[in-house]
T-cell receptor, first 118, second 112 residues
Framework: GAVVSQHPSRVICKSGTSVKIECRSL??????MFWYRQFPKQSLMLMAT?????????EQGVEKDKFLINHASLTLSTLTVTSAHPEDSSFYIC??????????????FGPGTRLTVT | AQSVTQPDIHITVSEGASLELRCNYS??????LFWYVQSPGQGLQLLLK??????LVQGIKGFEAEFKRSQSSFNLRKPSVHWSDAAEYFC??????????FGSGTRLLVRP
């Protein structure tokens, strides 16, 4: 149980175009989803937190107009990288949580999406 | 500010040997601590977590970790490594708003 999928797994786009990445919780309802960015040989950096039906909360330094996050349903969140540039090339990972509390802290991670901007 | 340090970028062990991956954290309150494993093409998988109680935590795949408050450490151990354990391992601390702060990761290589 607790499977999270991401689509696409890899995407190459041209500079200036936008690309959408989907994150789905397949067998549970995710009230909260997180989006991370992972640079080569580095850690996961949290970009934003989204709760179903609410606006996403972005971490300091993350441009909300560039990285549009939508969490319209309990099983789907999307990250759209707008006007992509080569420096946006990275590995994007989402995670989903069923309900966060002091007793239930668990996030389930998707396999990631490799974005390459040419 | 909260932070997690994994001092070893790479570790190589022989199959069947014991393993210890180091993790140190900085957090003002009682931490929620996690170890995840990342294999190529797969999402991060939770190995174990510590919230409170017994400081020696058992996880999946034969892993365990010990919380030592005095040393601000949460080291991951396995008594006998298998070739399939080769992967990237991340230690993380959870803050009061349920966000995870990850260490930089340790890549485990297993010699046959």
């Amino acid at each position: 149980g607790a499977v999270v999928s991401q689509h696409p797994s890899r995407v190459i786009c041209k500079s200036g175009t936008s690309v959408k990445i989907e994150c789905r919780s397949l067998d549970f309802q995710a009230t909260t989803m997180f989006w991370y960015r992972q640079f080569p040989k580095q850690s996961l950096m949290l970009m934003a937190t989204s709760n179903e039906g609410s606006k996403a909360t972005y971490e300091q330094g993350v441009e909300k107009d560039k990285f549009l996050i939508n969490h319209a349903s309990l099983t789907l969140s999307t990250l759209t990288v707008t006007s992509a540039h080569p420096e946006d090339s990275s590995f994007y990972i989402c995670s989903a949580a069923q309900g966060l509390s002091s007793f239930s802290y668990e996030q389930y991670f998707g396999p990631g999406t490799r974005l390459t901007v040419t | 500010a909260q932070s997690v340090t994994q001092p070893d970028i790479h570790i190589t062990v022989s199959e069947g040997a014991s393993l210890e991956l180091r993790c140190n954290y900085s957090y003002g309150a009682t931490p929620y601590l996690f170890w995840y494993v990342q294999s190529p093409g797969q999402g991060l998988q939770l190995l174990l977590k510590y919230f409170s109680g017994d400081t020696l935590v058992q996880g999946i795949k034969g892993f365990e970790a010990e919380f030592k408050r005095s040393q601000s450490s949460f080291n991951l151990r396995k008594p006998s490594v298998h070739w399939s354990d080769a992967a990237e391992y991340f230690c993380a601390v959870g803050d009061s708003s349920y966000k995870l702060i990850f260490g930089s990761g340790t890549r485990l290589l297993v010699r046959p």
